[in-house]
């Protein structure tokens, strides 16, 4: 650390020192904005430096290093700030940091914007042939549907990253990491807070080529004298490989802060059908006249999808589709077929009378209309919207946590359905309605996943071996949420890249064996016409190969020809039973993600899943429209002679001997892998 408060991380392997940090570069840093002026030139004073043992759930063997110093320039003479700084011998590539602004002055001061966790980094330093901005990024802010979560930085990258709350820059919720890696060193930074704070960590490609990387909040207060405001604590971590590793070490520090993923169940790694490929308009009749398909292909779980019902927060079925008790019967006919079924809905949403969702107009439901109070307000006193523009229950109150106790219950015990697809779920506004007590209006924020608890557990308790999956629209995850659900989805992607590696975030976060629904086949491939989204893809290869769980939203029999581009055709046909038979038989999805190959660095794109005692290996062509030729590593394998099989063709692809195990390849797509040992 230097007495700018600047944390340098630096990997050290094979007794080399790497780092991406560059605090010797010409940059003047304004960690606070005090009295609506930026501020820097704070200085630690390393004369008065405090070490002393850390103990926390962290680990029970650790050090602390606590520095203080003020800043330089007038206007913040009496503010003084202490760094502190904790490691520990469980995570040796992570260091915790937080920072505490004390008014020391007579005089009442006004503190904005706080910025901590700040750094200029440098790809040059570990490759002087690349500019110093080349090097790759993993952003987990909820910003847009089907942005890109892991891309190459381009030389004019800045982006906010926003947390927490829905707002003009994203969709609300994310994960609060920003990873960055190169061929050789990765690092990451992030807050480790187990509770979805409202901050941002923006990224930006600055002066020279240089990233520019901090965590950043608005601290909003005035600290009277003698008072101190402290900032959530964050972490800088050193590594090498791409996102899996700063993610899966935060799931696991995160774990021991109280905040552990859901193990899945038996059910949550099996094939799924949606019908979605109906659209908004399904029918019972659409829904089971796909059984004898569903029987063929032995698929046994299938989702009543979205606008089944009435009205948003009171979900009684729509009485032109599903008239009378034509939903319970429904579920019925499919459990006399053996087929399990997920329900579609949206929690906290509840329509307030305004607006509307495409063709729906929003009526004011009667949940809305009896109980007026449980409305989150803005400042303005007025209703505060989420995704879809409709307005929200609090989930900080208990009566609305127990009202989705209730209706979790009328879905699972009385509907009879087996678990949820509960979609568009991003984040909740704050709220400002004076009737909740709040000591914050973040409370909302902040206490969104007890209803998702909530739903989770009464599920859970009421059918053991349902289904929960939540569905964060083309973005990644709230980690308000995400303890409570034991079926991670890709989230709407666009293309088969993002399915890949969407897996591989989520296998990071929930763990090597976690079940991931790879969402509709159909939409690994993507054709837009004006205004009409054509789901055309059939790529079930990058979510077998990445250990995910296969699904699709396909049609039967033929609807007309509006759902030409889902249809089942003859031609298709075969192609499902083909890869649902390949899916059945290996399971990858329950087995071992390895992270061995790192994204955009290793060619071609490389997963590797370990299972009863072999290796399986994806391989990515770079461009889908070429034959990809040349020699890939089979990484992992413990010395000894291995037999190597092309499962998707059932072709013998002859023997290799680790640890250095290469084969020569030649395939267009795709190449799948089961490697045995001899």
């Avoid at 979560?149 to 927490?164: H, K, R, T, W, Y």
């Avoid at 923006?202 to 520019?212: C, L, N, Q, Y």
Wanted: some cysteine; overall charge negative.
């Amino acid at each position: 650390m230097f007495a700018s408060g600047y944390l340098k991380g630096t990997l050290v392997a094979n007794g080399q020192r790497m780092t991406l940090d560059e605090p010797e570069a010409e940059v003047s840093f304004e960690p606070a904005e005090v009295n609506g002026k930026p501020l820097a030139g704070f200085k630690l004073d390393f004369d008065r430096v405090e070490i002393s043992e850390a103990r926390s759930a962290l680990g029970q063997r650790g050090k602390r290093v606590e520095a203080s110093g003020r800043s330089t320039e007038k206007g913040a003479e009496g503010i003084e700030k202490t760094v502190t700084i904790e490691v520990y011998d469980d995570f040796p590539n992570l260091a915790v940091m937080s920072e505490a602004y004390k008014n020391t002055g007579s005089k009442p001061v006004a503190l904005g914007q706080v910025k901590f966790q700040e750094h200029r980094l440098n790809a040059s330093l570990v490759d002087p042939q690349v500019p110093p901005f080349r090097m790759w990024s993993f952003e987990g802010s909820s910003i847009a549907w089907g942005k890109d979560d892991v891309m190459e930085i381009p030389a004019d990258l800045s982006q906010a990253n926003p947390f927490g709350p829905p707002g003009k820059q994203g969709a609300g919720g994310g994960v609060p990491v920003v990873a960055f890696w190169t061929r050789r060193v990765g690092e990451a930074i992030g807050h480790l807070e187990p509770l979805p704070l409202e901050l941002s960590i923006p990224v930006k490609v600055g002066e020279r080529g240089r990233i520019d990387a901090s965590v950043a909040m608005d601290a909003a207060t005035t600290l009277a004298p003698g008072e101190t405001f402290r900032t959530p604590r964050s972490f800088l971590s050193v590594y090498r490989g791409d996102y899996f590793e700063p993610l899966r070490m935060y799931s696991q520090a995160l774990a021991r802060e109280g905040l552990a993923p859901a193990k899945p169940g038996d059910q949550d790694y099996e094939i799924s059908w949606c019908g979605w490929g109906y659209e908004s308009e399904v029918t019972p009749a659409q829904m089971l006249g796909t059984i004898p398909k569903l029987n063929e292909f032995g698929i046994h779980w299938a989702t009543l999808d979205d606008r089944w019902f009435d009205t948003y927060g009171d979900w009684n079925p729509r009485q032109d589709n599903f008239p009378g008790d034509a939903v319970q019967k429904m579920v019925e006919s499919f459990h006399q077929q053996g087929i399990h079924v997920q329900i579609w809905w949206l929690p906290l949403a509840v329509e307030d009378g305004q607006g509307r969702y495409e063709s729906h107009r929003y009526a004011l439901a009667k949940v809305a209309k009896e109980h007026p109070d449980w409305l989150i307000l803005d400042k303005n006193g007025r209703h505060a919207h989420l995704a879809r523009g409709l307005a929200a229950l609090c989930p900080a109150l208990p009566e609305v946590q127990d009202f989705y106790r209730r209706l979790t219950e009328k879905f699972i015990r009385e509907w009879d359905f087996d678990g949820h697809k509960l979609d568009n779920v991003y984040s909740v506004p704050p709220c400002y309605n004076p009737k909740h007590r709040h000591r914050s209006p973040d409370d909302s924020t902040r206490a969104m996943g007890e209803v998702y608890r909530v739903i989770f557990e009464t599920t859970r308790q009421l059918k053991p071996e349902s289904v929960t999956q939540i569905c964060p629209c083309g973005t990644p995850p709230n980690l308000a949420w995400l303890p409570f659900l034991d079926q991670a989805v890709t989230a709407d992607p666009v293309g088969s890249v993002q399915v890949r590696r969407r897996i591989k975030m989520y296998k990071a976060l929930l763990g090597p064996e976690a079940a991931v629904y790879g969402d509709h086949v159909e939409l690994t491939k993507i054709r837009f016409s004006p205004s009409v989204e054509h789901d055309i893809g059939s790529d079930f290869a990058s979510t077998v190969g990445a250990g995910g769980v296969v699904g699709t939203k396909f049609v039967w029999p033929d609807p007309g020809p509006h759902f030409s581009g889902v249809m089942l055709t003859p031609a298709k046909e075969e192609v499902w039973k083909k890869w649902i038979a390949i899916y059945n038989a290996k399971k990858l999805s329950r087995g071992e993600f390895v992270d061995l190959y790192t994204i955009g660095y290793d060619v071609p794109e490389g997963y590797a899943v370990a299972k009863d005692g072999r290796m399986y290996y994806a391989f990515f062509a770079p461009d889908p429209e070429k034959p990809w030729q040349g020699a890939i590593e089979l990484r992992g394998l413990q010395p000894g002679r291995y037999h190597v099989l092309d499962y998707e063709n059932g072709k013998d692809l002859g023997t290799v001997e680790a640890p250095d195990a290469k084969l020569s390849a030649e395939f267009t797509l795709h190449l799948l892998l089961e490697v045995s040992p001899e």
